[in-house]
């Protein structure tokens, strides 16, 4: 396990596998690994990007926070940083987190650590800080995720548990073999499917597509934007309005139950709910029928469009897909709940190829062959304190503590935190109105970060400790949905200071007196063998650990799976109940009718947002802004290496926008653009496009918050969406992020075009000379 100066090692990365040429200790070249037919281009952003002055060196402490000044005076973000020693650095962490729990209690101490890190099983920086964090008394966590909370709350009302959104997907194979039509809302971009967190063996998702459309299964796109869908698969576009996903789903609903072309049985022996449901479709308590006209009026898709919709489910076995996207807003819950009415309606649920299914382009794993057993992972051990917050509530947790509020049917306050750690994550990527996390910020006493780059969050922390690549350290890659495991040998030395996630918290444990707990006597290495030791356990067939370490990797032999989600329900719903309050598919649901929250109530309905193109607001802010996941990166990862780069327009993120909104505003293709609305403004290069629905905009995330503070405003040089999105949970149930319900205005930016910041470190001081670097 030891370095040489010329090498090509394999290594796992989220958007796959690739060999990685080392010469004289840095990495010169990356190729994709063979056995991958469709490789993610992102891999090419590493060459060059993992060294240089975007890398935190040494450890640094914010000069506020060690000079005690008042964050009014020296706020975080704006602050220069002293370089300390590693020794001082971890003996002022292990003091403070032994002072707030003293003091405070552990609950004081905000440890969600929500983010994606790298992939690596061993040193998963959010396995690594919370097993450590539980050994000294615990953290307030977080619950859910970003990507899909409302999605995660709702769904086991009304099927019993996450199926169909996080496992168990009905397959491809099934589909491509038995299905006739698909509607996709939100498409199925390949841009996506590049991704799966832990890592991808080989990237299946367009051949899958491929395979389904010769097989005649036709693809009806239904987004905002065309390209939603890939150009090698044919398919229709039906374009609608950002976030009136449910009001299309409900009016189809409607039709079927109407024209009577529904699959009664299916209703009368598998759902609870269908009085409440149909009531609501028919307006029997606000007086307005959904029908195909109401839905056109809101979607924009013409009435006679929907009714052929209507009339194409109910003569075809039917797969209703919907993203992850669309639940990323006001009343996210309501298009989940919508499409699995309408797919019980259909009759199709549980029968091979038809149903409903989330997230099916959101991941590369997703409608693959599942494993049926998951990897071991390393232990976190258990949390003593009970404390925790939806994930997305964050600012609301920092800027008011003791506060009441509601979530999932329970009424909470916001714990004090007094010191927030963070390792693994960019939350000045991943949360919404950016501006307001920059004030709940300045909150509490201190702020830990463990990051690789000086990215946002590390420069908006007080004590910045210099963390290791993936590529820097020895580790194993098992990949979830994926018969592949890599040994993710050490190919690069640690970069000047930086050390493992694991290293670091050991060193704090030893002060604190728990080392042994924490490492249980075991190295890095001897801690990967251990999971691959594991691994073995659940699948015999895996060569012993010195035969994989040296061949670098393992596939495996796995039989194909023909699984559809809720088969087995179908064919003995007495043997197979669901694990729903009935038993059966909910379309109506009494617990959730009894939180009495009017923005979900207990089924499927559509609500008028406050940011929609509908809206009042609509009349200052004309333009729906989507902020998708980014084509050329993993969320902020690597926004300074070459493949991130090359898509920027005068250095700013790339707006996409119709060329008639453009032309309203006198914008022309490559103008630097202003996009804003009341809660913040960004710049961004424009590009055109008539896959665009007119009205609608794509921002993608991840550029690197680049703030420049004038006149008491912020502007965000590079163009980071989340300096407009809003801070607000999509409902009480799910309290999940709604980043895409979203209004903003745009003109062209005359100014002189302000310098990008994002990737030149912060002012660095030395200690004794007080000088600048
Ligand atoms: N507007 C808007 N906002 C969104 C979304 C959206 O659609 N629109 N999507 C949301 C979604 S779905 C998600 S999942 C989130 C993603 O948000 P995040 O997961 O927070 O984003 P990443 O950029 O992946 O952040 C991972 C960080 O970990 C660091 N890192 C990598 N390896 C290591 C390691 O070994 N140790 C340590 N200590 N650090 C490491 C990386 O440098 C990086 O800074 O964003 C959310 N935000
Ligand atoms: N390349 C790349 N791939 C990724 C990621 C990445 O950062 N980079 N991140 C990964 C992660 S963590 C996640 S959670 C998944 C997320 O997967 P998704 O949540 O599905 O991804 P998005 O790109 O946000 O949205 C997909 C499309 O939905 C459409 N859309 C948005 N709002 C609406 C709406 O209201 N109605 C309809 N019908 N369509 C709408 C938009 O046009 C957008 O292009 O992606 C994963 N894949
Ligand atoms: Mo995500």
Redesign the pocket.
């Known amino acids: 396990m030891s370095l040489s100066p010329e090498r090509k090692i394999l290594t796992s990365t989220h958007w796959g596998i690739y060999e990685l040429h080392i010469e004289n200790s840095a990495l010169v070249a990356v190729k994709p690994w063979a056995e991958d037919p469709e490789p993610s281009p992102i891999g090419q952003s590493l060459p060059g990007a993992i060294d240089g002055p975007v890398r935190i060196a040494r450890p640094l402490i914010r000069k506020g926070w060690l000079d005690k000044t008042s964050r009014e005076a020296t706020p975080r973000g704006r602050d220069a940083f002293i370089e300390v020693s590693w020794d001082e650095a971890l003996g002022i962490v292990a003091a403070e987190l032994d002072r707030v729990r003293q003091q405070y209690g552990n609950q004081a101490i905000y440890a969600g650590s ?5 992939a690596g099983r061993f ?1 998963h ?1 959010q396995s690594q800080i919370h097993r450590f964090l539980n050994l000294i008394g615990g953290y307030t966590s977080s619950e859910n ?3 899909s909370a409302a999605g995660e709350v709702v769904l086991p009302y009304i099927i019993g548990n996450q199926y169909g959104l996080v496992s168990h997907y009905t397959t491809w194979e099934q589909i491509a073999s038995h299905g006739e039509l698909v509607l996709a809302f939100g498409g199925l971009p390949g841009r996506n499917s590049q991704i799966q967190g832990g890592g991808v063996g080989r990237h299946l998702h367009n051949a899958s597509l491929q395979r389904a459309v010769e097989q005649g299964v036709r693809f009806i796109n239904l987004s905002p934007c065309r390209d939603d869908m890939p150009e090698n698969i044919p398919s229709e576009w039906l374009p609608l309005r950002p976030t009136t996903d449910s009001a299309l789903l409900l009016a189809l609903c409607y039709e079927l139950i109407q024209q009577q072309r529904y699959d009664k049985a299916f209703i009368e022996r598998f759902t609870v709910g269908f009085e409440q449901i149909s009531a609501y479709l028919r307006g029997d308590n606000d007086g307005i029928v959904k029908d195909a006209a109401w839905a056109a009026a809101i979607c924009q898709i013409p009435e006679a469009k929907i009714r052929e919709l209507a009339d194409l489910i109910a003569s075809h076995r039917t797969m209703v897909m919907v993203n992850w ?1 669309i639940q ?1 807003a006001e009343f996210g819950e309501q298009p989940y709940w919508a499409a699995v009415t309408l797919a019980a309606l259909s009759g199709d649920i549980g029968l091979p190829g038809g149903g409903f299914g989330f997230g099916y382009a959101c991941l590369n794993g997703v409608g693959q062959n599942e494993l049926g057993y998951r990897w071991p992972s390393l232990p976190q051990g258990k949390n003593p304190v009970a404390e925790s917050i939806p994930v997305a509530r964050l600012a609301d947790m920092l800027l008011a503590p003791g506060d009441e509020y509601d979530f999932n049917g329970m009424t909470r306050r916001y714990p004090d935190i007094r010191l927030v750690y963070w ?5 000045f ?2 949360h ?1 109105d950016l501006n307001r996390l920059v004030k709940a910020w300045q909150q509490p006493e201190t702020i830990i970060v ?4 000086w ?1 946002a ?1 590390a420069r908006h922390g007080d004590i910045i400790l210099p ?1 290791t ?2 590529f820097e350290r020895n580790d194993i890659a098992l990949v979830n949905r994926d018969n592949t495991i890599v040994a993710m040998k050490k190919a690069l030395p640690a970069f000047r200071e930086a050390r493992d ?1 694991y290293h670091i918290f050991q060193s704090i444990a030893q002060q604190l007196g728990i080392e042994e707990n924490f490492t249980l006597g075991r190295t890095a290495e001897e801690w990967v063998e251990d999971l691959y030791e594991q691994s073995r356990k659940r699948n015999p067939l895996l060569p012993p650990f010195d035969q994989f370490w040296q061949e670098e990797v393992v596939t495996f032999a796995q039989p194909a799976s023909h699984y559809n989600l809720l088969e087995d329900f179908r064919a003995d719903p007495a043997r197979c109940p669901l694990m729903t309050a009935s038993g059966r598919i909910e379309l109506y649901s009494q617990p959730v009718a009894d939180y009495g929250y009017t923005e979900c109530p207990g089924h499927a309905v559509w609500r008028e947002p406050e940011e929609w193109l509908g809206a009042p607001l609509a009349r200052t802010y004309p333009i729906h802004l989507l ?3 980014p084509a050329d990166k ?4 690597y926004d300074h290496g070459k493949v991130s780069q090359s898509a920027k327009i005068h250095g700013r993120n790339r707006l996409l926008m119709h060329p008639l909104d453009a032309q309203h505003r006198g914008i022309v293709a490559g103008d630097v653009v202003r996009i804003f609305n009341s809660r913040g403004q960004c710049l961004a290069g424009v590009k055109l496009s008539d896959a665009m629905m007119p009205g609608v905009a794509q921002l993608p ?1 991840g550029a690197w918050f680049d703030p420049l503070y004038q006149d008491g405003e912020c502007l965000d040089k590079q163009g980071n ?2 300096v407009l ?1 809003q801070d607000k949970g999509s409902s009480r149930l799910s309290q999940g992020p709604s ?1 895409n319900s979203l209004l903003v205005e745009i003109e062209r930016y005359i100014s002189r075009l302000p310098e990008i910041t994002a990737f030149t470190p912060p002012q660095i001081l030395r200690r004794c000379q007080n000088v600048k670097e």
């Open positions: 929500y983010g994606w890190a790298s040193h920086a995720t970003y990507s996207a990323r390792a693994g994550g960019n939350p990527h991943h919404q463990q990051e690789p780059f990215n969050t963390v690549t993936s996630d902020s998708p996941q993993l969320h902020s990862q995330t969406p989340n999105t980043c």
